[in-house]
T-cell receptor
Framework: EAGVVQSPRYKIIEKKQPVAFWCNPI?????LYWYRQNLGQGPELLIR????????DSQLPKDRFSAERLKGVDSTLKIQPAELGDSAVYLC????????????????FGEGSRLTVL | KNQVEQSPQSLIILEGKNCTLQ??????????LRWYKQDTGRGPVSLTI?????NTKSNGRYTATLDADTKQSSLHITASQLSDSASYIC????????????????FGKGTKLSVIP
């Protein structure tokens, strides 16, 4: 079975340019997460979806970041305009367990999208 | 505030040696703790989950323990191999009170282990 698929793996852009990341979770996984991970740090949540509903976007910088999961399957994370501080790895993860599991489910991560903003 | 602290931040050991990684948490209410292994350039992969009833688990050369009284978990690696070189991240979920089924996952910063020949 295919794992979580993310694209692109690497992206280099100049500041103020837009960028988008795509994630296809494991089939049947209703919960989808987007995380940002800086070098030497643990992942930080940007947004969590239960099906197509964004149930936790409190850490998403909404002035420049947006995300969607229109059909409750794949998801897109967009940054516009990008800033130097956005350079990081953007990780997508999915879980077969929903909110009632209280976060106890295993997260399955993609390989990540490494963004470099010049 | 929920926190997960890992130590050491980084560790270099010779191949074949043992090591122990620590995770201290202040998360309430506590239900479980999960260890992930993250190879360089890859996403984290779950190693094991620790709960009140399953507070010692072994998987090959990896043994994880949980002490709920002191709020500590350890990951012990025996006879280390080059392939053990990775970051090891500790994650603890906690229920939030903003709505039914709300929760947050608190991630540690990880311990970067380097095994050298």
């Amino acid at each position: 079975e295919a794992g979580v698929v993310q694209s692109p793996r690497y992206k280099i852009i100049e500041k103020k340019q837009p960028v988008a990341f795509w994630c296809n979770p494991i089939s049947g996984h209703n919960t989808l997460y987007w995380y940002r991970q800086n070098l030497g740090q643990g992942p930080e949540l940007l947004i969590r979806y239960e099906n197509e509903e964004a149930v936790d976007d409190s850490q998403l910088p909404k002035d420049r970041f947006s995300a969607e999961r229109l059909k409750g399957v794949d998801s897109t994370l967009k940054i516009q305009p990008a800033e130097l501080g956005d350079s990081a790895v953007y990780l997508c993860a999915s879980s077969p367990l929903g909110r009632l599991a209280g976060g106890s489910g295993e997260l399955f991560f993609g390989e990540g999208s490494r963004l470099t903003v010049l | 505030k929920n926190q997960v602290e890992q130590s050491p931040q980084s560790l270099i050991i010779l191949e074949g040696k043992n090591c122990t990684l620590q995770c201290n948490y202040t998360v309430s209410p506590f239900s479980n703790l999960r260890w992930y292994k993250q190879d360089t350039g890859r996403g984290p992969v779950s190693l094991t989950i620790m709960t009140f009833s399953e507070n010692t688990k072994s998987n090959g050369r990896y043994t994880a323990t949980l002490d709920a009284d002191t709020k500590q978990s350890s990951l012990h690696i025996t006879a280390s191999q080059l392939s053990d070189s990775a970051s090891y991240i500790c994650v603890v979920p906690s229920l939030a009170y903003s709505g039914a089924g709300s929760y947050q996952l608190t991630f540690g910063k990880g311990t970067k282990l380097s095994v050298i020949p």
